[in-house]
């Protein structure tokens, strides 16, 4: 009965700009994917971590990844991504070792999420949920708009209540049974969701928000990555 990690880090990063892949731009001198694979690693419960790299760049992540120190406790293996980040998640199910029973999926562009926040996840899967997802409350109100050309203004449709509202991190934790049941489901149904738990949602299994991290935020343009780096200066400090 082991917990997997599988990082899915094969996305080009087209938000962040031109540049290497996201997950290979450098956070501190180090590259995003080996802050993202530590941050699983530190977390005693995980015993193997499942990076999904770049199809192009699979054979340069196993290189990166053995020169960076990692807990001897931890097994790594490298897979090739897909063309959706889905596809990617899939890839990294398929290369689980056997004994693998429950799983955390967690985005490359989340290098520095803590590990109590891992923990956390891991927790209350073992405690019997069968999909958990960190989360914040909002700061800014959200309005759902009727989606127009680019440029024009665009029509509100609703207000949700504010306070019910979470936005969602990673990482996601699953007993694996249920995911591979989500993923299998949507192999026949065609249409995609937005992040792991929502495929969860769709086969009507109860997900479980727990609190989420200020510093598990995703990298996604080129300001995030300023307070990324800001953020690892305050913790060598
Ligand atoms: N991802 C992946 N395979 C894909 C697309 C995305 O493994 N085909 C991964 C990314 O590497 C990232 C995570 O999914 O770690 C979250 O996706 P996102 O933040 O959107 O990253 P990118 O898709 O790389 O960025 P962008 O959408 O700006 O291109
Ligand atoms: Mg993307």
Redesign the pocket.
């Known amino acids: 009965r082991r917990t997997a990690a599988v990082?899915?880090?094969?996305?080009?990063?087209?938000?962040?700009g031109p540049g290497a892949?996201?997950?290979l731009r450098a956070l501190g001198g180090t590259p995003?994917?080996v802050h993202?694979v530590r941050a699983m690693a530190r977390s005693r419960a995980v015993s193997v971590v499942v990076v999904?790299?770049?199809a192009a760049e699979a054979a340069e992540v196993r290189l990166l990844l053995g020169e960076h120190a990692l807990p001897e406790r931890t097994e790594v293996l490298v897979v090739p991504?897909?063309?959706?980040?889905?596809?990617?998640?899939r890839a990294?199910l398929d290369a689980l070792p056997q004994d693998v029973t429950s799983v955390l999926i967690?985005?490359?562009?989340?290098p520095l999420v803590p590990v109590d926040t891992v923990d956390a996840v891991v927790e209350a899967v073992r405690d019997g949920a069968r999909a958990v997802v960190p989360a914040l409350p909002l700061a800014d109100t959200v309005k759902e708009v009727e989606p127009g050309r680019p440029g024009e203004p665009e029509p509100v449709v609703a207000t949700p209540e504010r306070a019910r509202l979470r936005a969602v991190q990673?990482p996601q934790g699953f007993d694996l049974a249920t995911l591979l049941e989500a993923h299998a489901a949507i192999a026949v149904d065609g249409e995609g969701a937005t992040d792991d738990a929502g495929m969860v949602e769709r086969l009507g299994v109860p997900v479980v928000v727990i609190p989420g991290h200020e510093e598990a935020f995703?990298?996604?343009?080129p300001l995030d990555l300023v307070l990324a780096e800001a953020v690892l200066a305050r913790r060598r400090a």
């Open positions: 990082i899915p880090a094969a996305g080009r990063g087209v938000r962040l892949p996201k997950a995003m994917l993202a999904v790299a770049p991504g897909g063309e959706t980040r889905q596809e990617s998640v990294g967690h985005d490359a562009a989340r990673t995703k990298v996604t343009r």
